[in-house]
Nanobody
């Protein structure tokens, strides 16, 4: 079994900051990409940031320059530092990880439980 547990959401005023964390645990052989999506009411799910294993982080245009994603490979944890938050950043944020549970297994995506981020203007 693999679990991704998120923490760090909440309510913040516009212009403020929040930091999300997501820790993967369980029967993990290897982790490829980790990252974050978000889903706002009435909108489609949006990729916020993705970090390939040992690669360069990619961001959605809407968050470039404001959000920073990072990984702690030793802790199987991904973070999302969100600065200069705007009302339009309000959404449920989900972390994901492409995880292999054995040496010959195909990677599959696992998801966190989601954490609400609300930005008040």
């Amino acid at each position: 079994q693999v679990q991704l547990v998120e923490s760090g959401g909440g309510l913040v005023l516009a212009g403020g900051s929040l930091r999300l964390s997501c820790a993967a645990s369980g029967s993990i052989f290897s982790i490829n990409a980790m990252g974050w999506y978000r889903k706002a009411p009435g909108k489609q799910r949006e990729l916020v940031a993705t970090i390939p294993s040992g690669g360069t982080t990619n961001y959605a245009d809407s968050v470039k320059g404001r959000f920073t994603a990072s990984r702690d490979y030793a802790k199987n944890t991904v973070y999302l530092q969100m600065n200069s938050l705007k009302a339009e950043d309000t959404a449920v944020y989900y972390c994901y990880a492409d995880i292999t549970t054995g040496p010959i297994h195909i990677p599959r995506a696992y998801w966190g439980q989601g954490t609400q981020v609300t930005v008040s203007s």
